[in-house]
């Protein structure tokens, strides 16, 4: 927790999404020994946002070296993707309507009215871009190299005009 402070991250971005402790226990069952508790193991899973794309390679190389020593799951996702929805649904819209337009025109008709519009869209979701389970045997790491590749958002319309 200390190297995500010290690496700027906020404590909103951390968030405990496990913590579990469990005992480990030795004997031999041949001796009829009983179970005893050898020493206790602790997962603690944390959940954090790193906002500054930048700064993931160096933060996971941060909490490798302070102790983690297993990385899952790591998704990049748009963080407020509404704007990004605008943009895309102006486009779609601009599209069906010369689309229309050019259908129209080689069929000799005029378009109408807008009858129906339907919207679907998607994109802005974390996308799993790697899954590790790093055992370090070494706590001195350097910072990996992370491939952020890109996300996307897309919107689909399906509009109806009537014709003239």
Known sequence: MQALKEEGIEKKDIQTVEYAIWPEQNYDPREGEQPRITGYRVNNSVHVTVRDIERVGAVLGAVTTA???SVNGIS???DDPAALEGRAREAAMRDARAKAESL???AGVQLGDVLQISLSSGGGYPIP????????ADAAMKAPSISTGES???VQVQVT???R
Not at 129 to 136: G, H, K, L, P
């Open 67 to 69: 102790g983690a020593n």
């Open 76 to 78: 990049f996702s748009i």
């Open 104 to 106: 129209a025109t080689l």
């Open 129 to 136: 871009m790697a899954m590790a389970r790093m055992e370090m």
């Open 152 to 154: 996307s958002v897309s």
């Open 161 to 163: 005009y009537a014709i």
